[in-house]
């Protein structure tokens, strides 16, 4: 007799044995499917079973992939760079080098319990100096290109971390990693021309299969407008203010303008008795990020107390400050037309402001507006335009205005380029040299990588400068084109710049001649599935698909999408809130493996919920899927040795079961195969109960299908059978819809409308015949003369008598 169920044994022994033998072996035969995980970021806290879905997804989606037939590319490295493991590393008190080889070598532990099917010779390190050798050339071929280049602007400064940091690093006015109050601090810094790709990066989404809440994500981050730059006069002056706005049409009905804070002009519009009150309010504004701003429900603002002249009926507007305008998108100043906006509206009610209406549904003007009217309809109070069809003028005034010299029509991006600098020291240093004659000069690409310099004192300096500026030996070089006595550049990359490529590299990560070389990009590239979370649904992946286009342009590969596949996995909480350790909240995955198994653990991780879904954790779930692993366990194991003939039932509830996974596998209805899997066990249990036992082909049918969920004890039932080599040596099991039939249904027979029995009937019976069996079956309850005989197929007969 077979020994019970044992997870801990039966774990390590197949673990020993894919170690030996590997189960995803490149033939050279298998067409290719790579897909990927979005590489974790190794902090000190270690994985948590949050991390552990998105884990289990993939390789529950990349086993499957490997039983219909193909080689499977599924790697795993770390994401080590950055601010957060800097942090980390100065709470600690040791070196950023130090920790951070310290939480991978914990973080591989811990992915590895998973018992993916990670390849670890493909494995990568964003701070390994053969590793970011290629983020350095990306870069400096982004400078060759005039893709990369420097400009002073205000930047987020965290006074505590004290250094820039990008708008998505910012919450609620706030550094999302020490929670100090963020300001704003005029720096230079080098910046990435992405906007260059703009029109790209919003057109190709189109081609992408993609979720489209992630999609519309993107388009909206890259905010595509078409409009027209107006210049309006400034009363009594000689200055005039350029604004943009994608509504011209509505010009008439403009009863003020906004600027941003930052404007140029805000300070000198302010009058004598409003300057205090401005250059408060503008410095209030500087302490709120972009982010923060935009999302404020509240709309705040101070008049200036100068007015503009609107240039197409010459009336004086009042000239207002508002932190919901940012200085970056369009002009940094807007007509505000509170009758046809809603932000407007708000604004213009909030300070008692004129409303007027130049668009009304019939024609007619409202006596009052309770609200800003958005729809189409027909132009009024617009002088020659009234009477004109709204969608009609939207087209046609941005033309009338450029011909009579009023403004211009304009395309508009909210995407801005890129802020690319950091200054902190655990970061990739950036490849250029400052030479007084010959200007910013990339390092040579043959002298790369440029090494970041092992030093004690990393601490932020304070002074908005990198630590690395403090390193004189260092600093001082020589310029690479004359010679002559030059300073490196001391700002480092921010974290994004090694995980906006890295997944081109895994395929080739020992070559020390090429990011990648052309014939294993065009035989593993790109990446046929993505897994990861939603929170990167805008700037990573929109950052991923810049690199991959720009290096499409100069030739390194044939692609210029990164990702064709994506799916977002929901974040799994406790207690109502996402799983944080300083919400004290945090379920670790490694005393669940000890108690339960890594197959139960992976099986639970998809029950819990909906994959795209976020779910609340509850470890008493874990133990139904243990209950289940075992009562299939002894049901394959109590069936082994027997030598049943498939029954008629056991075909039919064969390929039942292969319909019903494949189909909710295809469909990434994870949380339903898991239930699936209980239902059928169930039925096979009862059917054994029935038959004297289950045939062979069923079960070794029913282990191929729960292989990919529940690795370890797929292997030990499919060894247990008497086969040699491993469940992965199968194919994905296939299904006949004829076999799937029931040779039989029951049908309810009803009289007048009342249920008066059911019958079982042939399954392919035809109306005359279901009606022929029916009357001579009821005929004892069929009293009087038959008017009518009604048959819904494959359900219920009513026969109505008079």
């Given at each position: 007799?077979?020994?019970?169920?044992?997870?801990?044994?039966?774990?390590?022994?197949?673990?020993?044995?894919?170690?030996?033998n590997?189960?995803?072996?490149?033939?050279?035969?298998k067409?290719?499917?790579?897909?990927?995980?979005?590489?974790?970021?190794?902090?000190?806290?270690?994985?948590h079973?949050?991390?552990?879905?998105?884990?289990?997804?993939s390789?529950?989606?990349?086993?499957?992939?490997?039983?219909k037939?193909y080689y499977i590319?599924?790697?795993?490295?770390?994401?080590?760079?950055?601010?957060p493991?800097e942090?980390?590393?100065?709470k600690?008190?040791?070196?950023?080098?130090v920790s951070?080889?310290?939480?991978i070598?914990?973080?591989k532990?811990?992915?590895?319990?998973?018992?993916?099917?990670?390849?670890?010779?493909?494995?990568?390190?964003?701070t390994?100096?053969?590793?970011?050798?290629?983020?350095?050339?990306?870069?400096v071929?982004?400078?060759k290109?005039?893709?990369?280049?420097?400009?002073?602007?205000?930047?987020?400064?965290?006074?505590?971390?004290?250094?820039?940091?990008?708008?998505?690093?910012?919450?609620?006015?706030?550094?999302?990693?020490?929670?100090?109050?963020?300001?704003?601090k005029n720096?230079k810094?080098?910046?990435?021309?992405?906007t260059?790709?703009?029109?790209?990066?919003?057109?190709?989404?189109?081609?992408?299969?993609?979720?489209?809440?992630?999609?519309?994500?993107?388009?909206?981050?890259?905010?595509?407008?078409?409009?027209?730059?107006?210049?309006?006069?400034?009363?009594?002056?000689d200055?005039?203010?350029?604004?943009?706005?994608?509504?011209p049409?509505?010009?008439y009905?403009?009863?003020?303008?906004?600027l941003?804070?930052?404007?140029?002009m805000?300070?000198?519009?302010?009058?004598?008795?409003?300057?205090?009150?401005?250059?408060?309010?503008?410095?209030?504004?500087?302490?709120?990020?972009?982010?923060?701003r935009?999302?404020?429900?509240e709309?705040?603002?101070?008049?200036?107390?100068?007015?503009?002249i609107n240039?197409?009926?010459?009336?004086?507007?009042?000239?207002?400050?508002?932190?919901?305008v940012?200085?970056?998108?369009?002009?940094?100043?807007?007509?505000?037309?509170?009758?046809?906006?809603?932000?407007?509206?708000?604004?213009?009610?909030?300070?008692?402001?004129?409303?007027?209406?130049?668009?009304?549904?019939?024609?007619?003007?409202?006596?009052?507006?309770?609200?800003?009217?958005?729809?189409?309809g027909?132009?009024i109070?617009?002088?020659r335009?009234?009477?004109?069809?709204?969608?009609?003028?939207?087209?046609?005034?941005?033309?009338l205005?450029?011909?009579?010299?009023?403004g211009?029509?304009?395309?508009?991006?909210k995407?801005?380029?890129w802020?690319?600098?950091?200054?902190?020291?655990?970061?990739?240093?950036?490849?250029?040299?400052?030479?007084k004659?010959?200007?910013?000069?990339?390092?040579?690409?043959?002298?790369?990588p440029?090494?970041?310099?092992?030093?004690?004192?990393?601490?932020?300096?304070?002074?908005?400068?990198?630590?690395?500026?403090?390193?004189?030996?260092?600093?001082?070089?020589?310029?690479?084109?004359?010679?002559?006595?030059a300073?490196?550049?001391?700002?480092?990359?921010p974290q994004?710049?090694?995980?906006?490529?890295?997944?081109?590299?895994?395929?080739d990560?020992?070559?020390?001649?090429?990011?990648?070389?052309?014939?294993?990009?065009?035989?593993?590239?790109?990446?046929?599935?993505?897994?990861?979370?939603?929170?990167?649904?805008?700037?990573?992946?929109l950052?991923?698909?810049?690199?991959t286009?720009?290096?499409?342009d100069?030739?390194v590969?044939?692609?210029?999408?990164?990702?064709?596949?994506?799916?977002?996995?929901?974040?799994i909480?406790?207690?109502?809130?996402?799983?944080?350790?300083s919400?004290?909240?945090?379920?670790?995955?490694?005393?669940?493996?000890?108690?339960?198994?890594c197959?139960?653990?992976?099986?639970?991780?998809?029950?819990?919920?909906?994959p795209?879904?976020?779910?609340?954790w509850?470890?008493?779930g874990?133990?139904?899927?243990?209950?289940?692993?075992?009562?299939?366990?002894?049901?394959?194991v109590?069936?082994?040795?027997?030598?049943?003939?498939a029954?008629?039932?056991?075909?039919?509830?064969?390929?039942?079961?292969?319909?019903?996974?494949?189909?909710?596998i295809?469909?990434?209805?994870?949380?339903t195969v898991?239930?699936?899997?209980?239902?059928?066990n169930?039925?096979?249990?009862?059917?054994?109960?029935?038959?004297?036992?289950?045939?062979?082909?069923?079960?070794?049918t029913?282990?191929?299908?729960?292989?990919?969920?529940?690795?370890?004890?797929?292997?030990?039932?499919?060894?247990?059978?008497?086969?040699?080599?491993?469940?992965?040596?199968?194919?994905?099991?296939?299904?006949?819809?004829?076999?799937?039939?029931?040779s039989?249904?029951?049908?309810?027979?009803?009289?007048?409308?009342?249920?008066?029995?059911?019958?079982?009937?042939?399954?392919?019976?035809?109306?005359?015949?279901?009606?022929?069996?029916v009357?001579?079956?009821?005929?004892?309850?069929?009293?009087?003369?038959i008017?009518?005989?009604?048959y819904?197929?494959?359900?219920?007969?009513?026969?109505?008598?008079?």
């Open positions: 007799m077979s020994a019970p169920y044992n997870h801990k044994v039966i774990e390590k022994k197949w673990r020993k044995y894919w170690e030996e590997p189960v995803n072996v490149n033939d050279g035969k067409p290719k499917y790579y897909c990927l995980d979005m590489f974790p970021y190794p902090s000190g806290s270690g994985l079973v949050g991390h552990w879905r998105g884990y289990v997804i390789d529950v989606w990349s086993r499957y992939k490997m039983l037939g590319i599924h790697p795993m490295g770390w994401d080590a760079f950055g601010l493991a942090n980390y590393a100065l600690m008190g040791v070196h950023p080098s951070t080889a310290e939480n070598a914990n973080f532990k811990q992915v590895k319990d998973i018992a993916a099917i990670y390849d670890w010779d493909m494995e990568i390190n964003t390994d100096p053969e590793f970011y050798k290629w983020t350095q050339w990306i870069f071929k982004m400078f290109a005039g893709l990369a280049y420097q400009k002073e602007m205000p930047i987020n400064w965290c006074p505590s971390c004290k250094t820039g940091l990008a708008n998505e690093e910012v919450v609620n006015g706030e550094c999302e990693r020490c929670n100090s109050p963020v300001t704003k720096l810094q080098w910046m990435l021309k992405i260059a790709y703009a029109d790209r990066l919003l057109n190709d989404l189109d081609k992408l299969d993609w979720p489209e809440k992630v999609k519309k994500m993107q388009s909206e981050w890259i905010g595509k407008s078409y409009g027209a730059e107006i210049d309006f006069a400034v009363d009594g002056s200055k005039t203010i350029r604004v943009y706005t994608t509504r049409d509505t010009l009905g403009a009863t003020f303008m906004v941003a804070p930052e404007h140029a805000a300070k000198e519009l302010a009058t004598a008795e409003n300057k205090e009150l401005v250059e408060e309010y503008i410095y209030k504004a500087s302490m709120k990020s972009s982010v923060d935009l999302q404020d429900k709309k705040t603002g101070v008049f200036t107390g100068s007015y503009a240039p197409l009926n010459n009336k004086k507007i009042p000239i207002w400050l508002s932190d919901y940012l200085a970056d998108y369009g002009t940094g100043a807007i007509m505000c037309v509170p009758a046809h906006d809603e932000r407007d509206f708000e604004f213009a009610k909030k300070f008692d402001i004129p409303i007027v209406q130049v668009i009304s549904k019939d024609g007619k003007e409202d006596a009052e507006l309770k609200e800003a009217y958005t729809q189409p027909i132009m109070n617009s002088d335009w009234n009477g004109m069809d709204s969608e009609k003028a939207k087209k046609e005034v941005p033309d205005l450029e011909k009579q010299g009023i211009k029509k304009t395309v508009n991006y995407l801005r380029d802020v690319f600098s950091r200054q902190r020291y655990w970061g990739e240093p950036i490849p250029i040299v400052h030479c004659d010959c200007g910013a000069v990339p390092v040579p690409e043959e002298e790369l440029l090494l970041l310099p092992d030093i004690e004192k990393y601490e932020p300096t304070g002074t908005g400068e990198s630590p690395l500026a403090n390193i004189q030996d260092w600093v001082n070089t020589t310029c690479p084109a004359c010679g002559k006595a300073k490196r550049e001391t700002n480092t990359m994004w710049a090694g995980s906006s490529w890295y997944f081109l590299r895994y395929v990560n020992k070559n020390d001649k090429e990011l990648v070389g052309k014939d294993k990009a065009e035989k593993y590239l790109p990446v046929d599935m993505y897994v990861g979370g939603v929170e990167h649904a805008v700037l990573h992946l950052y991923a698909r810049f690199y286009k720009f290096l499409n100069i030739g590969i044939d692609f210029d999408e990164p990702f064709t596949r994506l799916f977002n996995q929901g974040m909480g406790k207690d109502g809130a996402k799983m944080s350790k919400k004290g909240n945090v379920i670790s995955p490694d005393g669940l493996i000890e108690e339960y198994g197959d139960s653990l992976r099986l639970y991780e998809l029950f819990v919920g909906p795209e879904l976020d779910s609340e509850d470890d008493r874990i133990e139904g899927v243990y209950r289940f692993i075992n009562r299939f366990y002894n049901l394959v109590a069936n082994k040795d027997k030598t049943l003939e029954t008629e039932e056991m075909i039919k509830i064969r390929n039942r079961f292969v319909y019903d996974i494949t189909t909710r295809e469909n990434f209805n994870l949380n898991i239930s699936g899997f209980m239902e059928y169930n039925k096979m249990i009862d059917l054994a109960k029935k038959a004297g036992g289950i045939d062979r082909d069923t079960l070794q029913a282990i191929i299908l729960l292989a990919p969920f529940a690795p370890h004890v797929s292997e030990e039932l499919w060894s247990q059978l008497g086969n040699t080599g491993s469940v992965f040596d199968n194919t994905w099991p296939e299904y006949d819809e004829d076999k799937m039939k029931d039989e249904i029951e049908i309810a027979v009803q009289i007048n409308g009342k249920t008066k029995g059911t019958l079982m009937i042939p399954a392919e019976a035809s109306k005359d015949q279901v009606l022929s069996i009357k001579e079956t009821m005929a004892d309850k069929i009293t009087g003369t008017i009518k005989e009604i819904v197929p494959g359900k219920i007969v009513n026969i109505v008598v008079k």
